[in-house]
């Protein structure tokens, strides 16, 4: 409602960083691999990039932080930036995306901009999901890419920082890159760590002493709101991998909980009960695509799940945040994923 | 508090545990009692249930709370007021009648029949308005016979999620057409002044006067502003105190439960079209300001038409839906006989809500069928 139309260039969305403060350790532990590591090989695009975006917006609390890359060193990480793009890509203007909050570094930024015609900065207000590549480029570029859309054919090519320095090490210094910045954060650990990891490490030895003894625990590669949950902790890391989150499971009732409000805040635990939509419109509120999630739910609840794609289905970016902040509980995200579906089966 | 209490949690903790088993292991008294013991072991403990979809994380705010700010909302708006002004000796007894009656006899008998896994908490909002909409001076039974009602047909329908039109609402329509008697008289006259025992036990003793909007109608009597807004003037036991029922309409939309758009146009609409009306028929009618603040229009703008479940979901049409409320209220109360129009004219634009909400829907999507 009140928090629409902020200087974050679209409607909705939710300031993560301020629910979900984690406080990460300075120093980074480095773990090597037991077999060979895997190199990082960047894929130069074959098409002609155009526009090049480089996020520096991290909106989720537990993806990596900005310092570790950079190393307060703005300026020293832009001139890296800019050797890449005399080397690769020319042509391209570059759009660097910096989390207003960070005054330090927009401001080097802005300094470096002054002299540099081929790039421009963009503060931006970082909530979620303000990094997804759909509204990146709605908020910067002004075009429309649908979810799920390669913006490469667009000519459009989205970096993060970490992605930014590895093609610079391996393309350029023509060194072999075969470790990655991990970030292992959540209430099941013992505490929120950067690790420096030679990519072919199982997950299990990453683990192994972190999490906390008592209690049951589950865990989650890229984030608990867009990753995935694995089971298998010999699973090898490998470049998709930018952080493993750890939450306690919590499967069990708690006393008292309003008194306890920090008990329950980033476990597994849906914190309430299954409840019929009650039209909050806490959904709508916060949809960053301007959609009625609610409106869905009811289409599948009358079992007319062919009708959801009527109301704009395909905009949807499967954020989460309608599951997310649901106060009825319900598995909205599931309900759009599943009418989704219905549509391509047709 | 959470010293005190630190010593009691696990041997309650330990306790419900023993009884949720001792019910699940009989399916008989799990039949008569599990809903009752859903309901309370649910406001002392956390759901068990954990996430299996994506995201894996939710937020911190359940329908349990929304009910409860609504509650809170209730009470400093209406409830203390009406302590002060009434006494509370009337004010406690009826809440205990509607909450007896409502929840605890028909809601829970309700759970035994139908089968339902809990009680849900919308009960208790339904039940907190009943005696708010009624005169100061209501039969008891009265109260707890509207209170049965506004259960039973919020259960017929479905229970929260699935209402039609607000159930405290018709269950006051019910009253009014089935004792016209009992819902025109018995408006008290507030007391004024600082409270002795006598007065804050009883309040005034039972000098009945006509509410300001039936006095405007049968001699054109304007009450003073000052009155209506700090709640001297006569009224509904709860309506009356109109500053408070402000104050705490604005925390509960600062909460984000109630949706600011319709409290907004309600009452736009209302001074918009009370303008309009002067502006052409002159004093026969009833002054802006004046409608503003009398009868029960604050207390349903900012908690009755508010009702999530029974207004349209889409936001634009929220302000159709509150601008049709304060249209018909100014009818109602310019050109019938009826001195009082906000109980019709919630339940009329909650019926109306329906094809408001489908006709939005379809403009915004174009959606051919």
């Known amino acids: 409602m009140l928090m629409g139309k902020k200087a974050g260039g679209f409607k909705g969305g939710f300031n993560l960083l301020d629910a979900y403060p984690l406080k990460f350790c300075n120093i980074v532990e480095d773990i090597s691999s037991d077999g060979t590591p895997e190199t990082f090989h960047f894929p130069v695009p074959t098409q002609k990039v155009e526009h090049v975006i480089v996020n520096l917006c991290p909106t989720e609390p537990w993806a990596l932080p900005n310092w570790v ?154 984030g608990p709101l867009r990753g995935q949950e694995i089971t298998d902790l010999s699973q090898k890391t490998d470049w998709s991998i930018n952080h493993i989150v750890v939450l ?56 007319e799940k062919h009708k959801a794609r009527l109301y704009n289905l395909g905009k949807c970016i499967e954020c989460g945040l309608c599951s997310f902040i649901c106060p009825s509980k319900l598995e909205l995200l599931e309900i759009i994923k599943e009418c989704k579906a219905l549509d391509k089966q047709k | 508090m959470k010293k005190f209490l630190k010593p009691v949690e696990p041997i309650l903790d330990k306790g419900l545990d023993t009884v949720e088993s001792f019910i699940h292991t009989h399916p008989k008294v799990n039949f008569l009692f599990g809903s009752l013991f859903g309901a309370f072991d649910g406001l002392l403990r956390s759901s068990k249930e954990t996430t299996h979809t994506q995201p894996f994380i939710r937020n911190n705010y359940d329908v ?125 006259t507030p007391f004024v002044g600082m409270p002795d025992p006598h007065t804050f036990r009883y309040g005034l003793d039972a000098i009945t006067h006509a509410t300001p909007l039936t006095a405007f109608k049968a001699n054109g009597e304007i009450a003073s502003y000052l009155s209506l807004l700090l709640g001297t003037a006569s009224g509904s036991l709860g309506e009356t105190c109109r500053l408070a029922l402000i104050a705490s309409g604005l925390w509960l939309i600062k909460m ?80 019938t006989t009826l001195p009082e129009g906000v109980m019709y004219a919630i339940l009329l634009m909650n019926l109306l809500a329906i094809p408001i909400q489908s006709l939005m829907v379809k403009i915004r999507y174009r959606v051919q069928e």
């Not at chain 1, 906390?212 to 865990?219: A, D, F, L, Q, W």
């Open chain 1, 69 to 222: 890359i950079l190393r307060h060193k703005t300026t020293a990480f832009l001139s890296v930036l800019k050797e890449i793009k005399n080397s690769h890509f020319s042509s391209a203007r570059f759009y660097i995306a910096i989390n207003e909050k960070e005054d330090r570094t927009v401001a080097d930024a802005k300094n470096f901009a002054c002299n540099e015609d081929w790039m421009s900065v963009f503060p931006l207000y970082a909530k979620y999901p303000q990094d997804d590549p759909v509204i990146l480029t709605k908020v910067i570029l002004g075009m429309d890419v649908h979810f799920g859309q390669d913006t490469e054919s667009l000519g459009v090519l989205i970096l993060d920082a970490q992605t930014v320095s590895s093609i610079y090490e391996s393309c350029i210094l023509r060194k072999n890159v075969n470790s990655r910045f991990i970030v292992l954060s959540g209430t099941g650990l013992k505490e929120n760590e950067i690790l420096n990891v030679q990519l072919g490490t199982s997950i299990g030895k990453i683990l192994k002493n972190k999490s906390k003894e008592v209690g049951r625990y589950r865990v989650f590669i890229n």
């Open chain 1, 248 to 303: 306690e499971e919590k499967d069990r009732k708690v006393i008292l909980p309003m008194i306890k409000p920090d008990e329950l805040v980033l476990t597994t635990n849906v914190l309430g009960e299954l409840r019929r939509c009650v039209s909050c419109n806490f959904c709508d509120d916060i949809c960053p695509v301007d959609l009625e999630p609610a409106l869905y739910y009811h289409s599948y609840t009358r079992g």
């Open chain 2, 64 to 188: 349990k709370r929304f009910m409860g700010a609504v509650l809170v909302a209730l009470v400093v708006g209406w409830v203390l007021p009406a302590i002060y002004f009434y006494g509370w000796q009337g004010v406690v007894s009826k809440l205990l009648v509607s909450f007896v009656i409502g929840i605890f006899v028909v809601d829970v008998i309700w759970a035994i029949i139908a089968r339902e896994n809990h009680i849900s908490e919308g009960g208790f909002v339904s039940c907190l308005f009943i005696p708010a909409i009624l005169p100061p001076q209501a039969p008891l039974w009265l109260v707890g016979l509207g209170a049965a009602l506004a259960i039973i047909f919020r259960n017929i329908l479905g229970g929260v999620g699935n209402n039609l039109v607000n159930p405290a609402l018709f269950s006051r329509l019910f009253l009014t057409i089935c004792f016209p008697a009992l819902l025109v008289t018995g408006y008290q």
């Open chain 2, 256 to 335: 984000r439960v109630a949706n600011w758009r319709i409290p907004v146009s309600y009452l736009g609409s209302v001074l918009v079209f009370s303008v309009f009306f002067s502006l052409i028929f002159g004093k026969t009618v009833a002054p802006p300001l004046f409608q503003l603040l009398s009868g029960g229009l604050i207390m349903g703008a900012f908690f009755m038409a508010t009702d999530p479940i029974t207004a349209t979901y889409n936001q634009t049409a929220k302000w159709i839906f509150g601008a049709g409320c304060g249209f018909i209220t100014v009818l109602i109360r310019d050109f």
